[in-house]
């Protein structure tokens, strides 16, 4: 009854705020809410004032299109800040969407996800630049935990649950069990570095230049990498790809197909492939035991690249499948830490050393 009673009175005077703060997407969840913002981590900043012009949705219509004095940049590379300032403003534009139907007495608690295998360096310019765009208190929670939440796995439970959170920057490889990460792996091969395969394909093959957001929507609406028999002539999906002839510097338009996008990505969904062998070589016999029976969880948008389920169980002989709405489980696992602490705060990233205790 206290308990209640005080949780009702901390959300009347502050807002507390969980970010899965992503290379490629931010997502925002509000602590009795849900998920109530997603935004490309794209900011539109003007290099002669250092004016921040756009943030978000906006700024990533100007990837490509602007003038020289205007860059639309990620602030996030492979999922760590690689510019303080730029994350700043955009961790406060999201903090100030998240509150901004109502006036709270107290600046927020922010729990941010953050990848398995960054620095302690990098792990307090997350905790510094979130504080400076207006948090009361920083919890960090390692993207692989909260995406095991946020599938609503046992993770306080003495079994085994296997998890792939591949991301925009990052591939997460883990192994779960008792509340703690027992086998982690971090790979720099995710979405973009897909983007950026099919980019150098069109440059190989048709002499071609190709922008990243052409590369994705190509990833997106034909990407594939596995196929239960090999399709040929019309059951293949093709897409327009248009872009400069590198030969003529002509605007041309070339069709590409489902074979082609597949053999562009196939070195980096091999590496992939080979980092979770690397974690099943070094999972405990017990613990893999129980991934047997319940299996390798698929998130992040990359789980969403056709036939990647399928290509898993087959090169590992554990079956995969991908959870609902892979994109927002790192979210939803932060935000189920956020309405629970008492209950998840082990899980939470320790940093005594950085952030002096409560």
């Not at 905790?127 to 993207?143: M, Q, Y």
């Not at 997106?220 to 239960?228: M, R």
């Not at 690397?278 to 319940?294: R, V, Y």
């Not at 090169?315 to 602490?341: F, H, Q, S, W």
Request: aromatic fraction near 4%; hydrophobic fraction near 40%.
């Amino acid at each position: 009854m206290w308990k209640d009673f005080f949780n009702k009175t901390v959300s009347n005077v502050s807002q507390d705020i969980a970010i899965d703060l992503g290379t490629a997407n931010c997502l925002v969840y509000v602590r009795g809410r849900g998920i109530i913002l997603s935004e490309p981590s794209v900011v539109a900043v003007n290099r002669k004032t250092n004016q921040v012009l756009a943030i978000g949705r906006e700024a990533e219509k100007m990837v490509g299109k602007t003038p020289g004095h205007i860059v639309a940049i990620r602030p996030l590379v492979s999922g760590v800040i690689s510019d303080f300032e730029v994350t700043e403003q955009m961790l406060r534009y999201l903090i100030q969407r998240a509150q901004q139907e109502k006036f709270y007495l107290l600046k927020p608690r922010v729990i941010v996800g953050i990848p398995s295998g960054v620095t302690e360096v990098e792990k307090k310019a997350v905790i510094d630049a979130t504080k400076s765009a207006g948090a009361r208190e920083v919890f960090l929670i390692e993207e692989p935990m909260a995406a095991t939440i946020g599938a609503r796995m046992p993770v306080h439970d003495p079994a085994g649950n296997f998890i792939v959170d591949i991301g925009g920057g990052t591939t997460e490889v883990a192994v779960i069990s008792l509340g703690g990460i027992v086998v982690s792996k971090s790979l720099r091969i995710a979405g973009d570095k897909l983007n950026q395969d099919i980019v150098s394909y069109a440059q190989e093959k048709y002499r071609l230049l190709i922008g990243e957001r052409t590369a994705e929507k190509i990833k997106i609406s034909i990407g594939a990498v596995f196929f239960e028999k090999e399709p040929k002539g019309v059951n293949l999906k093709e897409i327009p790809m248009r872009g400069r002839n590198l030969v003529s510097g002509l605007p041309e338009e070339v069709v590409i197909n489902q074979t082609d996008v597949k053999k562009a990505m196939e070195r980096s969904i091999n590496q992939i492939i080979t980092e979770i062998r690397n974690a099943i070589e070094i999972t405990p016999p017990e613990l893999l035991s129980d991934i047997m029976k319940k299996g390798i969880c698929l998130a992040g948008g990359g789980a969403l690249l056709r036939g990647l389920d399928k290509l898993i169980t087959k090169e590992t002989k554990i079956p995969c499948y991908v959870m609902e709405d892979p994109m927002t489980l790192v979210a939803r696992g932060a935000g189920l830490v956020l309405e629970n602490l008492d209950e998840f705060h082990d899980v939470l990233v320790e940093l005594e050393e950085l952030q002096p205790p409560r």
